[in-house]
């Protein structure tokens, strides 16, 4: 390891499981001091104890819930001082198409992948700004969006539309905050073996997937590593607005 992110308070929502367990694990063996989120405390307690206790902290927060949000921000600064890096990484997906869907469902999808996206980012810009500019010019915000952001990934409408909605907010974001140096860019995955995607790897939807794919295979949770480092990094001090996509070549199968 090389200490490229050394110096940095980081915040990962979605810690306690799959991609989001593997960014803090990474982030905290980079150097970054790690605050992990998500609403299962005891995985997270889990998280912390493995990563330590001096260099990792656990918030239980839905990300959905505005108050909890910000009680959120404010412990970690408590303990480590401004948070400079988000990894906007909670989301969902869901197993209705259209028209088994209800608008619940639909909602649901959206406030957690584009709602919490834009609050949490919010909090850590207003933040960073009203840290100053020393500050906020090292500020790094990486929301995980998806493939599905730009190729229509077949009955999941509504995770599609909150991925591509997220890649364009990431995009308005960046170019809001330019100015106070904050940089915001998107990571768009695609199929990643986790939690999230296990059972439906396992099965014959997942079977035909990885068939189709250029490469026959899925990518596993290391897959992701060296562009979520160099997005949270200062070596991406002139890269803003983009959205990276790490997928072996799945969406041109
Ligand atoms: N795996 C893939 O193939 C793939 C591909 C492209 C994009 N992605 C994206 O990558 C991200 C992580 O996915 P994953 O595969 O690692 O899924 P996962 O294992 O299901 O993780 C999702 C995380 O989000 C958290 N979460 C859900 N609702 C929340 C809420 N209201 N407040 C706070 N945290 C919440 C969950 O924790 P709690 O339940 O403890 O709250 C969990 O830690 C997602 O945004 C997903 O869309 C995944």
Not at 106 to 124: G, H, P, Q
Not at 140 to 148: F, G, K, L, W
Not at 187 to 207: D, F, H, Q
Not at 213 to 234: G, K, T
Request: glycine share 8%; proline share 2%.
């Amino acid at each position: 390891m090389t200490g490229r992110v050394a110096g940095r308070v980081a915040l990962v929502t979605g810690a306690s499981s799959g991609l989001g367990k593997r960014f803090a694990q990474l982030l905290a063996a980079e150097g970054a001091k790690v605050v992990v989120a998500a609403r299962r405390k005891d995985r997270l307690e889990d998280l912390v104890k493995e990563i330590g206790v001096d260099k990792a902290l656990a918030v239980q927060c839905d990300v959905t819930d505005e108050a909890q949000v910000v009680a959120m921000f404010d412990v970690a600064e408590a303990k480590f001082g401004v948070v400079d890096t988000v990894i906007n990484n909670a989301g969902m997906t869901h197993a209705n198409n259209a028209i088994t869907q209800d608008v619940a469902e639909f909602r649901k999808i959206m406030d957690l992948n584009v709602t919490s996206v834009w609050l949490v980012a919010r909090e850590a810009a207003r933040r960073l700004i009203h840290a100053g500019p020393e500050k906020s010019a090292h500020g790094r915000i990486v929301n995980i969006a998806s493939m599905a952001g730009r190729i229509v990934i077949p009955n999941v409408s509504a995770y599609n539309a909150s991925k591509a909605a997220c890649a364009h907010l990431t995009r308005s974001l960046a170019r809001e905050w330019a100015r106070y140096g904050i940089n915001v860019n998107a990571l768009s995955p695609g199929y990643v073996a986790t939690e999230l995607t296990e059972e439906w790897l396992n099965g014959e939807g997942g079977a035909k997937t990885i068939g189709k794919s250029p490469r026959r295979r899925i990518m596993d949770e290391q897959s992701l590593d060296e562009a979520l480092l160099f997005l949270s990094s200062d070596g991406a001090k002139f890269v803003t607005g983009t959205d990276v996509l790490v997928d072996d070549a799945q969406s041109m199968g």
